[in-house]
């Protein structure tokens, strides 16, 4: 029975993939109705403030009377508040849908644990807890802003096989070290297609003038964030041209403008954590950070990251900007975070003004 229920189970996982980039900040859900031990209907959730994983299942299914005698299957516990949709659990319940089984509880304050009594209190039978682990890790974005209070957080940076991610350069003008293949880029702006916001420190932003938006790969760009304590990015940067929204923390008082919005905060106090608590309210779920060294090391110091992803090329730069320190019990896996090493085989120096631009 338990080889059955994850075989289900593993299908709404994979159908709530589907919804990657497009859902946040709520999670990606799946769903599959079975009758008698054949699938009749399944759906996920597309986009966000559009119709839940479970309506589209029971949408999907052709003949509405084989329900009262089915189970769904469902990754993330159905919902029993009423949102951009009506409750979920109620839907179960008006279908006359005697069965529900869940990968996981959602953590939600509004519905964590209430959509599964709903469902028990109109006499459903509720099995929970399938799958849960790969369950939860689907959404670990949504489960760590609902548990954690801010954003789940992924250090990327590229560097050379003897630990520089750049050489010393002084303006914009100097050439970009690019220590990426246009495949590992591609690689890069998928990933940015899949997170809420992007963030760069303020020298990152002067010398590399990034776009920081997702262009060799399908999908959405991410809300672009930037520290500049006294506004000394210049206006005809890219950064600052309104093309994807963006954040700019600050320490001045200033007028927002089309798409860029500026925010104050104290930058003799706690800096990452004031970036973070502004990003939570704001529901942006996930955050790449891609440089420099220093704000990843803000990042490390504060203790306040869940994934490290970095990329190596077979090249040396004998002096430069030195990589950042994630310390030995997050590289021997120790801490519990993951870190992904990525050994970029068909690296080539790229000329910086080449399509694959750095940034």
Not at 152 to 163: F, N, P
Not at 290 to 316: C, H, K, M, Y
Request: glycine fraction near 8%; hydrophobic fraction near 40%.
């Amino acid at each position: 029975m338990v080889e059955v229920e994850e075989k289900y189970m593993a299908r709404c996982i994979e159908l709530a993939k589907g919804g990657r980039g497009n859902v946040s900040p709520n999670p990606m859900v799946g769903a599959v109705v079975v009758h008698k031990g054949r699938i009749i209907g399944e759906g996920f959730h597309r986009k966000c403030g559009e119709a839940h994983a479970e309506v589209n299942a029971i949408a999907s299914v052709k003949d509405e009377s084989l329900l009262k005698d089915s189970t769904i299957y469902v990754s993330l516990e159905p919902c029993s508040h009423y949102g951009k949709t009506p409750p979920c659990a109620e839907l179960i319940i008006r279908k006359g849908i005697p069965r529900v089984v869940v990968g996981c509880l959602d953590p939600f304050p509004e519905v964590s644990g209430r959509g599964v009594r709903m469902l028990r209190e109109a006499g459903v039978e509720v099995v929970t807890g399938v799958m849960e682990e790969e369950a939860r890790a689907l959404n670990k974005a949504f489960m760590t802003l609902q548990t954690k209070g801010r954003p789940y957080i992924i250090l990327k940076w590229a560097q050379s096989e003897d630990g520089f991610i750049d050489r010393l350069r002084m303006d914009v003008s100097e050439p970009v070290t690019v220590l990426s293949s246009p495949e590992t880029s591609r690689l890069v702006h998928k990933l940015r297609s899949e997170v809420a916001a992007i963030m760069v420190g303020t020298r990152t932003a002067l010398l590399d003038n990034p776009s920081l938006n997702v262009r060799h790969w399908s999908g959405n760009s991410p809300v672009r964030v930037v520290l500049d304590r006294r506004l000394v990015i210049p206006d005809s940067y890219r950064l600052l041209n309104g093309s994807s929204r963006t954040l700019i923390f600050t320490e001045k008082e200033v007028e927002n403008r089309e798409n860029v919005e500026y925010i104050r905060i104290d930058f003799e106090g706690p800096v990452i954590r004031q970036v973070l608590d502004h990003l939570a309210v704001r529901k942006l779920d996930s955050l790449l950070v891609e440089g420099g060294t220093q704000l990843i090391n803000s990042f490390v110091e504060a203790d306040v990251w869940d994934e490290a992803r970095v990329e190596t090329a077979p090249v040396r730069l004998y002096q430069g900007v030195h990589t950042p320190m994630l310390g030995k019990e997050a590289v021997s896996g120790i801490s519990g975070r993951s870190v992904m090493s990525i050994k970029n085989h068909n690296y080539e120096i790229l000329n910086h003004n080449d399509e694959f631009e750095k940034s």
